[in-house]
């Protein structure tokens, strides 16, 4: 072939290669943009470049290892042919020498392909296998350390997996050549000269060569597999098979000892190949094989009879070891290890003075449920049609001296609502979200709606501490398309009554549409060829995508675990996200397995969090675990990605909180980990649950929990300590029994953060459990009778989640029940039902039920309350105050009514009418 040919064929081969994979460029260059973007071309980098690499390696390795084989298999210094039978592949087919290579060389590079896949996929292993970090724990069997088993062993059984098929194909497909060749025939069905008579009844003959090729790959062959038995006995301590998870008695007193023979033995099978390659002798190998396959009989055979003739009568005895392994392992693993046990007497009755020393607890109790507050911001928050809140965070702030537990909800854009959509709207000039509605948890106005500190558009906060300067909201949990910012079209802020105001992004974030490449390779990504005609982007124009922060945080630590619920915090005057991150395995010895989500783990840690502007996007990741050795691997990984806690945002500390996923598996696992003595455990004496609720319908770590409790963050005094302090909370019963056991609390504040406290009540003593309080709610005649008029009156009754709120050494319970009419969709706070002991009591607040219960010394504390809660009001008021306070008010009537929201426009009127009356008097 000709020079100027070549390069014709070059060139037609590179214009077809890149239109095959030109979407593939498009998306490689658009990644590099945003990585860089944002700052973490580390991710992008590293991951490509091993990723890269490693499938390069293993597809030349494994193509050359194939290739090379079956050349030689079908190696011969004279042509031949070779037919294969009808009866076979339904028409006779000729191959040829040719033919075969290439075939032979085509399957190569598709298996090669295939393999390295494969290992490019488990590219993090990988590199967590050369840059592991010892936990300084060994296991109890083998003397191995931990990270063997969490870095090392999962790398390990990927390449004896990948060894022993690229073994085993070329094996197979080096007799099938020879096969084809005629080198290899049955006696009675080929004559050839070169005939192997393969007779079990008479010696075998072949010729040398082919034996010794065929003898060495059956070697390779043989060495994987005894390599896979190797890994084995490491797998039997992340596996169960007797009373726990891990290596049981059994297990080391056969199984290891049976997988250490047939290691010995598989290798020696496999040097006996090598010797029956060289001398042609196939009956000692055959003597072998027979052993092997006894010790095989024996190996599934053994172990359940032992289990059964040995250990299983004398089963405590024996496993006591193994199942304290196992308590120590997994408490360890879940991090509960150092978990601190209190005792509570729970002798000394709650008094009025009790609850009057805890004024900030009762201050903070939590009457507003996410799932109601929600409807309600709906309402009478949400402004426009085109808003949305889609979720409802919890958090502390210190509000006029004192610790406050308050309820935000992001305003963010829903673009789907839009009134008209069209590309313009979508991606130019509605953009983002603005601001929040915020208040306390506990407060009600007389109309059974919540209490703002932040509210309407722009945003009015109430408390400097809640104040707003920036509240655009560009990245949330409901964004998930690009909008370009910064361009000739005006860019929606916010309504304001007949008008809208406008601004312009100023911000970092994003990437500049600078060049005429960036905006073909921006509208071929996202299929759009009005981001590329459009007249409106200018250079100094950027886009914005990845908004939506859960795919934005996956983007840049794809190797974490993000708890299922960020929350946004105020700082600063600024909106943030905060993610909670978590590092995990399933390989830790001994430790019992849980489910999260998809996925199976028994090691766990909260090491990192991840904070995102909800302005710019600006994301930062944080270790906050400078001990767990997954995290650190991770950080020697990439070096230039973790940020040390003490870099955080001081404004944010304040608002860091334990998370609620890792407490969910933390309590799941206490629930039988909290038994350390092994021969309680082995009997299952004192298991514990936690308690079943059916009214809380939401989703669950793991899905047999049923409809559990799910803990909550609140605002108490921790039985002997001198302040209130934010924690997460959540009870036990025992198991198929209704009363308390035992409540567990995770704290969130300064140096106590992430210590786990349990709190046990005598077994002698009566506490009332969850189930059982709500029966007697259910069965007290004051409040079915109330329920009941209410039903009757077409308004439907919606009991709220039951909070067991710890007070000194005791418990009170606490239940809010909300009212909406039949066609209304705001749900009002009507009553607060509160137990202790066996007194109830259902009144309109909760400081009224406790002065019911706890006596007349509640008095001042509820005129306190009340006076604090309630809208100051101007002493005196002229008549053209109050006329000009009339006409805004009708003003805003007829906006609400112009907008259809009329619940809006219902409490407009009502203010109205109230303004009136002022005329009269």
């Not at 991770?634 to 870099?647: C, D, G, R, T």
């Amino acid at each position: 072939m000709n020079t100027p040919k070549l390069f014709s064929w070059i060139g037609i081969t590179a214009v077809v290669l890149f239109f095959l994979f030109f979407s593939t460029i498009v998306s490689f260059v658009t990644d590099w943009w945003w990585f860089s973007e944002v700052g973490y071309t580390e991710i992008f980098i590293k991951p490509l470049l091993v990723k890269t690499s490693l499938g390069i390696a293993t597809i030349l390795f494994a193509s050359a290892f194939l290739i090379g084989n079956f050349l030689l298999a079908a190696r011969s210094k004279t042509s031949w042919n070779a037919s294969l039978p009808e009866a076979l592949v339904g028409q006779p087919i000729h191959l040829n020498k040719g033919t075969v290579k290439k075939i032979s060389a085509i399957l190569s590079l598709i298996i090669s392909a295939f393999l390295g896949i494969i290992i490019a996929y488990n590219w993090h292993d990988i590199l967590k296998y050369f840059s592991a970090i010892p936990f300084g724990e060994k296991d109890p069997i083998f003397n191995k350390d931990i990270s063997f088993y969490v870095f090392s062993l999962p790398v390990l059984q990927l390449f004896q997996s990948v060894l022993g098929i690229l073994a085993f194909i070329s094996l197979l497909g080096s007799i099938a050549i020879y096969f084809l060749r005629g080198n290899l025939s049955i006696i009675g069905l080929d004559r050839k000269p070169r005939v192997i008579e393969l007779n079990p009844f008479k010696k075998i003959k072949i010729d040398p060569q082919i034996r010794i090729h065929i003898s060495v790959l059956l070697f390779l062959f043989l060495l994987t597999s005894a390599f896979g038995a190797y890994i084995s006995l490491f797998k039997l301590l992340i596996t169960q098979s007797g009373p726990v998870f891990g290596a049981a008695y059994t297990d080391a007193a056969v199984a290891i000892p049976i997988i250490k023979i047939s290691i010995a033995v598989t290798f020696f099978i496999a040097l006996l190949a090598l010797f029956w390659g060289i001398s042609g002798k196939l009956l000692p190998i055959a003597g072998i094989i027979i052993l092997y396959l006894l010790v095989g009989t024996i190996s599934a055979a053994a172990p359940g009879v032992f289990q059964k003739l040995i250990v299983a009568p004398n089963e405590l005895k024996m496993e006591t070891p193994f199942i304290e392994r196992n308590i120590l392992a997994t408490r360890k693993a879940y991090d509960l290890d150092k978990i601190e046990e209190r005792e509570i007497p729970a002798d000394k009755p709650l008094t009025a003075e009790d609850i009057d020393n805890n004024k900030l607890t009762i201050k903070n109790v939590r009457l507003w449920d996410n799932e109601q507050l929600l409807s309600t911001f709906s309402q009478i928050q949400e402004i426009r049609t085109y808003y949305e809140f889609a979720s409802v965070d919890n958090d502390r702030y210190v509000i006029d001296g004192e610790i406050r537990q308050i309820m935000l909800s992001p305003r963010e854009l829903a673009a789907e609502s839009l009134p008209n959509r069209n590309w313009i709207n979508e991606k130019l000039t509605f953009t983002h979200g603005y601001g929040v509605a915020a208040g306390p948890v506990n407060q009600v106005t007389s109309e059974g709606l919540p209490v703002l500190f932040v509210k309407d558009l722009p945003p009015k906060s109430e408390k400097k501490e809640l104040e707003i300067t920036r509240p655009e909201i560009y990245f949330g949990e409901l964004t998930n398309d690009y909008a370009i910012v910064k361009t000739k079209s005006k860019e929606f802020d916010y309504p304001k009554g007949e008008e809208n105001v406008y601004a312009n992004y100023q911000g970092k974030g994003g990437i500049r549409l600078d060049s005429l490449i960036k905006r073909i390779l921006f509208a071929i990504k996202f299929n759009s060829l009005k981001l590329f005609l459009s007249n409106d982007i200018t250079n100094e124009s950027r886009i914005l995508y990845n908004r939506n922060i859960r795919e934005r945080v996956a983007k840049i630590a794809p190797f974490l675990t993000f708890d299922r619920d960020p929350y946004m915090a105020v700082a600063d005057g600024k909106i943030y996200w905060i993610f909670d991150a978590y590092t995990k395995t399933n390989f830790y010895p001994y430790s019992q397995p849980l489910s999260l989500g998809n996925e199976t783990l028994n090691y766990i840690r909260n090491s990192a969090k991840v904070v995102v502007n909800a302005y710019d996007g600006k994301m930062s990741i944080y270790q906050i675990d400078q001990k767990d050795p997954i995290i650190r691997t991770y950080a020697k990984i990439f070096p230039n990605v973790f940020q040390p806690l003490s870099e955080i945002p001081k404004s944010l500390i304040p608002h860091l909180r334990y998370p609620e996923d890792i407490f969910t598996l933390q309590t799941n696992i206490y629930t039988t980990y909290h038994m350390d003595n092994s021969q309680i455990f082995y009997n299952k004496e004192d298991l514990w649950e936690i308690p079943n609720i059916p009214e809380e319908k939401k989703e669950q770590i793991n899905a047999d929990a049923g409809s559990q409790m799910d803990p909550r963050h609140m605002i108490m005094k921790l039985p002997g300590e001198k302040a209130e302090e934010y924690i997460l909370m959540l009870p036990f019963t025992p198991r198929n029994k209704d009363n308390l056991s035992a409540w567990m609390v995770a704290r969130n504040d300064g140096e106590n953060y992430g210590k786990l406290i349990v709190y046990r009540f005598p077994k002698q003593k009566l506490i009332f459990g969850p189930k059982q309080v709500i029966s007697r709610f259910n069965q007290d005649a004051e409040i079915s009778r109330q329920i009941s008029l209410w039903d009757q009156r077409g308004s439907q009754v919606i009991q709220g989640p039951l909070m067991v709120i710890p007070i000194e050494e005791s418990l009170i319970y606490v239940r809010p029940l909300y009212l909406k009419a039949e066609t209304g969709k705001i749900p009002e706070l009507k009553r607060v039902i509160v137990a202790y002991e066996n007194k109830i009591a259902m009144e309109k607040t909760l400081e009224e039920a406790l002065a019911r219960i706890f006596g007349t010394n509640m008095e001042n504390t509820i005129r306190k309350e009340v006076e604090v809660s309630a809208e100051p009001e101007p002493a005196d008021q002229t008549f053209q105050d109050i006329l000009k306070q009339s006409n805004n008010l009708y003003e805003e009537a007829l906006n609400a009514q112009r907008e259809g929201n009329w619940a809006r426009y219902g409490e407009a009127i009502r203010k109205l009418g109230e303004t009136l009356k002022k005329t009269a008097q």
